[in-house]
């Protein structure tokens, strides 16, 4: 072994120690459920001997589960913290090396150093990355690089194997691994006697949004006037990483303006710098551009405020309409989501409501401009193209024909068993369905129909705002001027010029 004699354990890196990690249950938020689930371990670690006169043994290893920025470090730090025991931390890439034989070292050193040193924590990060499902041991691949490091990564998961296996429960040892790629995972880990214990950290709910916003709210000067609640309920499937960094992003913003506290504008501020992108200076349109922006703009945001009032659409109300350029784009308009609900189902109406949004922003320049049309407005054009497609085909809302070309793929599998269809196959056994059901070309059909509909919704969308036309002409005037305008502000507008006001008063 020519390896011998050289100790590739105390090779860099080795295992993180926090004596104590500070982190406490108090400092996770939103993920109730595993906390409920780990504070078992905390009371075992904080008495094991007790746990082993009792016989209740600890499962051997834990595996949190779930997207990344959800928590899962946090929270084995919390149980470490909360135990007061040592927690060594590594990461699943760091053992991975081309040299055979290190990976494994470290660990042995790994396990040995936590036992000495119990009660302790063990948490492996990404163990994903050390424990891919392996390739068997019959792989043809002649890349020698390949094959010495599938060896070393499998060398490296069989001891970890080993650890877990010799793992005699009640020797005050947690281990905790996490992942977000499970699917990765070789299934050799998830037997019994290993990772007996899988926990799902996903990201927070509203409820729980709001719960990890005040708890990363403690660290910075917020003023008494800032709405929380409202953050959580408007950051749908924002994780705790983000939502902490939404904080201190807010901090940062607050102390470059000069403010005493984090205020209102301040979050809003870094909402908009996490989500687009921060402010560009320097990039300046001309004033012609930000004409057409804007129109185009307040024609998609003023589209859903008067369908909302006078058809009761369910389409996202705009929160805020900006010309400043921020990240990638020139100008922006920011919509408020709807109830998880009226995603989860969308009907007919909503969705040809929320195609007539789309087309708001070319209709506002046809009624503004007249055939004079620019640019501005042609990323809404594509998004609404897209849907009347996807209207027309997946969905088949505009008429009861099918028009798939081809069953779905899942179609294609399932098995029907039912009291309309005895046989045990597939619904479409007795037809090819990989010809188009109708003699015609389906392409073409596709296409007739897309257009159709964009012709149709569009005439009423420029219907719309011609008899808007004085509030529409209103709001660009003052989002030209201000540079922002906030949906309240354009409530505002369209109840001062009601339909049919004449045009000219503006003049
Ligand atoms: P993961 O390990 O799931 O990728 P982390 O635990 O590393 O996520 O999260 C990174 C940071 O984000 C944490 O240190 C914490 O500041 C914040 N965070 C994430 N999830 C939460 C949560 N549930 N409650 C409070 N803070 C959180």
């Given amino acids: 072994d020519i390896w011998q004699g050289i100790d590739f354990s105390q090779s860099k890196p080795q295992a993180r120690v926090d004596g104590s990690t500070g982190v406490t249950f108090a400092d996770v938020a939103g993920i109730e459920e595993a906390v409920e689930e780990l504070q078992e371990l905390v009371n075992y670690l904080k008495n094991p001997d007790l746990f082993d006169k009792l016989g209740i043994k600890p499962p051997h290893g834990v595996l949190l589960e779930g997207p990344p920025g959800c928590g899962k470090t946090l929270v084995a730090k919390a149980i470490a913290g909360e135990a007061g025991v040592p927690f060594y931390q590594m990461a699943g890439s760091e053992f991975v090396e081309v040299l055979v034989g290190v990976g494994s070292a470290r660990i042995r050193d790994l396990f040995k150093r936590a036992k000495v040193n119990k009660p302790s924590v063990i948490f492996i990060d990404e163990i994903d990355a050390l424990a891919t499902r392996r390739q068997g041991i019959f792989s043809d691949s002649s890349d020698n690089l390949y094959n010495a490091a599938t060896q070393e990564r499998e060398t490296t998961l069989n001891q970890l194997l080993i650890e877990l296996d010799g793992f005699d429960t ?4 947690i281990f905790l691994g996490a992942t977000n790629r499970m699917d990765l995972l070789d299934p050799a880990l998830l037997r019994p006697g290993r990772f007996d214990r899988k926990i799902r950290v996903q990201p927070p709910n509203a409820k729980g949004r709001l719960e990890v916003l005040k708890v990363h709210a403690r660290k910075v000067k917020l003023s008494p006037s800032v709405d929380l609640s409202s953050y959580a309920n408007d950051l749908p499937g924002w994780t705790g990483a983000k939502l902490a960094q939404l904080l201190q992003e807010a901090a940062l913003v607050a102390a470059r303006k000069g403010h005493e506290e984090v205020d209102q504008s301040d979050l809003d501020d870094a909402v908009d710098r996490l989500t687009i992108g ?8 001309g004033h012609q551009g930000q004409c057409r922006r804007a129109t185009a703009e307040v024609g998609t945001a003023i589209t859903s405020h008067l369908l909302r009032r006078l058809e009761n659409a369910k389409v996202e109300r705009c929160d805020r309409v900006s010309i400043n350029p921020r990240g990638q784009t020139l100008s922006q308009v920011v919509f408020h989501r709807l109830d998880d609900e009226l995603y989860m189902f969308e009907r007919r109406p909503q969705l040809l409501h929320r195609l007539q949004v789309f087309l708001g922003g070319r209709a506002a320049e046809d009624v503004i401009y007249g055939r004079d049309t620019s640019r501005a407005s042609v990323n809404y054009l594509a998004d609404a193209t897209w849907l009347a497609r996807k209207i027309i085909t997946i969905w088949n809302l505009e008429n009861p024909m099918v028009i798939h070309g081809e069953p779905p793929p899942w179609r294609k599998t399932a098995k029907f068993v039912g009291p309309r269809l005895d046989f045990e196959g597939s619904l479409y056994d007795d037809y090819d369905l990989t010809e188009p059901p109708l003699n015609f070309n389906l392409d073409d059909e596709i296409a007739k129909r897309t257009e159709e509909l964009l012709r149709e919704m ?7 705002l011609r008899q808007h036309h004085a509030a ?20 505002f507008i369209i109840d001062k010029y009601p339909a049919e006001t004449s045009v000219s008063l503006l003049l």
């Fill in 278 to 285: 921060p402010k560009r200076v320097g990039i300046e349109l």
């Fill in 458 to 464: 569009y005439k009423k969308t420029v219907l719309l």
């Fill in 170 to 173: 009640g020797k005050g040892v």
């Fill in 472 to 491: 529409l002409l209103k709001t660009v005037k003052v989002l030209l001027n201000q540079k922002e305008i906030s949906g309240a502000e354009i409530d």
